[in-house]
């Protein structure tokens, strides 16, 4: 394997009074697979915003390397979308994850298509002007951040590819050569027909616009169902990307032993990965934490030496936030810390943090709950409309199902059906087989909970129902 090393001079960066510039990125070849760093260029503009003492980061193979080709770990935390939540944008809480959480590395969550998101009807001049203050912040507590084009709703890349290239033409503009910064080009591509070449095409697409100004920045791309399909990509990589990694996202009580293996699979064909957003809840976000595999997903990361960002910098009501509701952010402590806040504190500094043990309180959520009822089935359904929004002249609500079997045998093959006050089209689906007709929603097993044990409850499916007014459970 024939390796390449650009070696910056430490004097003259001084001298300069400039960032140090990244080393090219070694080149290996492994049955077949090529890795996605090519040689490293110096860039010698200085940046509007730098951090001296942050290191340039390169992909080698699948691990992340400093400028002294040593392994690199990240573990961080994401905002919360900070068109939902902009006031955990700020230097105070970004020192107390800092100093107190373990965090290296902050992730800035930009939604592009919900709640007046950066491409339906948001302030785009305010949001950029948080992206600024998030990396302003993080540099000044010493951490690498992460600009994220937050796809979510909007599953398909392409829907907004002209806004995403204008954008990050902009940003990488502004902060060309800055060590600190880290592009992720589109959080979670998903949809029926958000195949890996749709994904690959709008990354082909966007890349050259953020290489034009930076040719050193480390890129994360995205991959289908969720960031889910790292195989695929590692079937059909990216070419003359540059210094870029792949991103995985994983929630530990519904993502388990194969997502693990399949993680495992990309990890052996040289994939370069980096786990961008993750969780210890269900995949929509809530329910009961599952501890011990999330403390397996977290060994193996380890394991393999790859870098992490939890969710979320928040305290909006749910399991996946870190800090309780009502925390102050500019001035959390620790004894506003959620049960996840104190996990994720546990695991990436080894404290324990005792005296702030406090369940988070649920029972004041602003949530609207149905009332339950008896399912078709005979389990105990009770749905929760947890979120809504406008776009397109459309309004968009997201509901979660609790499915319980209160009986003292397995229910399988079951369905449950769900009445609303408007006829609606299913968006978006997870953990289970939807079809919409009218204003009827039919609700089967999907690849997860064909059985649902004796006393078991199952939290984690979900859907996002498209209607054109307000929709309510009938």
Same mark, same amino acid.
């Given at each position: 394997m024939n390796h390449l090393r650009l070696i910056a001079s430490f004097l003259l960066a001084l001298a300069l009074c400039a960032c140090a510039s990244s080393p090219s990125a070694s080149q290996k070849a492994d049955d077949g697979h090529t890795a996605q760093?090519?040689?490293?260029?110096? %860039?010698?503009?200085? $940046?509007?915003? +730098?951090?001296?003492? /942050?290191?340039? /980061?390169?992909? %080698?193979?699948?691990?992340?390397?400093? !400028?002294r080709n040593q392994p690199v770990v990240l573990q961080g935390y994401s905002t919360f979308g900070i068109n939902y939540k902009p006031e955990y944008v700020n230097e105070n809480t970004f020192r107390f994850l800092k100093e107190e959480m373990g965090s290296q590395v902050i992730r800035l969550a930009m939604y592009t298509a919900d709640n007046n998101g950066y491409c339906t009807g948001g302030d785009q001049e305010q949001l950029e002007g948080l992206i600024d203050k998030g990396v302003q912040a993080a540099v000044a507590t010493g951490q690498y951040v992460i600009i994220d084009w937050h796809i979510l709703s909007d599953g398909n890349p392409a829907q907004y590819q002209d806004q995403a290239r204008a954008f990050f033409q902009k940003v990488s503009?502004?902060?060309?050569?800055? $060590?600190?910064?880290?592009? +992720?080009?589109c959080n979670e591509p998903n949809g029926s027909d958000v195949t890996?070449?749709?994904?690959?095409?709008?990354a082909e697409a966007v890349i050259p616009d953020i290489r034009a100004n930076d040719k050193n920045a480390l890129i994360l791309v995205g991959t289908p169902q969720w960031n889910q399909a790292e195989t695929e990509a590692g079937k059909d990589l990216l070419k003359d990307a540059g210094n870029m990694m792949y991103t995985v996202h994983f929630y530990a009580a519904t993502h388990k032993d194969q997502q693990r293996q399949d993680l495992s699979?990309?990890?052996?064909?040289? /994939?370069?990965?980096?786990? =961008?957003?993750f969780g210890i809840t269900e995949a929509s976000g809530n329910g009961a934490l599952d501890e011990q595999s999330g403390q397996t997903w977290i060994d193996l990361l380890? @394991?393999? *030496?790859?870098?992490?960002?939890? &969710?979320?910098?928040?305290? *909006?009501? +749910?399991?996946? =936030?870190?800090?309780?509701?009502?925390?102050?952010? !500019?001035s959390p402590s620790l004894s506003d810390l959620? +049960?996840?806040?104190? &996990? /994720?504190? *546990?695991?990436?500094?080894?404290?324990?943090t005792s005296d702030a043990k406090d369940s988070q309180d649920t029972s004041g959520s602003g949530q609207k709950t149905a009332d339950e009822k008896s399912g078709d089935s005979g389990l105990e359904a009770t749905l929760k409309q947890s979120n809504t929004w406008n776009s397109d002249g459309m309004t968009f609500t997201q509901f979660d199902l609790t499915l319980t079997n209160h009986s003292d045998q397995p229910v399988t093959d079951w369905s449950e059906t769900l009445n609303f006050t408007k006829d609606i089209t299913i968006d978006q689906s997870w953990n289970g087989d939807m079809s919409a007709s009218g204003s009827s929603v039919?609700?089967?097993?999907? @690849?997860?909970?064909?059985t649902i044990q004796a006393g078991e409850t199952v939290t984690d499916i979900g859907f996002i129902a498209k209607s054109d007014g307000v929709v309510k459970e009938r």
């Open positions: 760093s090519d040689p490293v260029e110096t %860039d010698t503009r200085k $940046p509007e915003t +730098e951090s001296a003492s /942050l290191s340039p /980061l390169h992909a %080698d193979g699948p691990q992340l390397m400093d !400028d503009r502004k902060y060309a050569g800055n $060590p600190a910064v880290i592009y +992720e080009i890996w070449r749709v994904v690959k095409s709008y699979t990309a990890y052996d064909q040289k /994939l370069p990965m980096f786990v =961008s957003e380890d @394991q393999d *030496k790859i870098s992490r960002v939890a &969710w979320a910098t928040s305290d *909006k009501d +749910e399991a996946s =936030s870190i800090f309780k509701p009502g925390t102050d952010p !500019d959620t +049960e996840w806040g104190q &996990w /994720l504190r *546990k695991v990436y500094t080894g404290k324990d039919t609700v089967k097993p999907g @690849q997860y909970h064909s």
